[in-house]
């Protein structure tokens, strides 16, 4: 089973920063892809980042040029730098992590989801 621990949410005021991290852990671990999404209230969740194992990045139109993903394969740990932050970006923030784990010599596929991290921005 794979445990996604997110940590680094919190209050910020508008134009500040903050930085996300999503700690991934799991036997035989093996990550394709790592994200992170958010969920402002009576709204759908969203993606807001993405990277994958190569190292390429994606982002949603909203965050471009003000949120970098990055990620430590080494700790299986992927971050998100938010800077320049608005009101809008106030939301819960998950982390998502997919690839497989070898059980018993074979691939097991997961699709892991973090337990989330408020962000306010207040204005």
């Known amino acids: 089973q794979v445990q996604l621990v997110e940590s680094g949410g919190g209050l910020v005021q508008a134009g500040g920063s903050v930085r996300l991290s999503c700690a991934a852990s799991?036997?035989?671990?093996?990550?394709?892809?790592m994200g992170w999404y958010r969920q402002a209230p009576g709204l759908q969740r969203e993606l807001v980042a993405s990277?994958?194992?190569?190292?390429?990045?994606d982002y949603a139109d909203s965050v471009k040029g003000r949120f970098t993903i990055s990620r430590d394969n080494t700790k299986n740990t992927v971050y998100l730098q938010m800077d320049s932050l608005k009101p809008e970006d106030t939301a819960v923030y998950y982390c998502?992590?997919?690839?497989?784990?070898?059980?018993?010599?074979?691939?097991?596929?997961?699709?892991?989801w973090g337990q989330g991290t408020q962000v306010t921005v207040s204005s």
């Open positions: 990277i994958i194992s190569g190292g390429s990045t």
């Open positions: 799991g036997s035989a671990l093996s990550i394709n892809a």
């Open positions: 998502n992590a997919r690839g497989y784990t070898v059980v018993f010599g074979f691939r097991r596929w997961y699709d892991s």
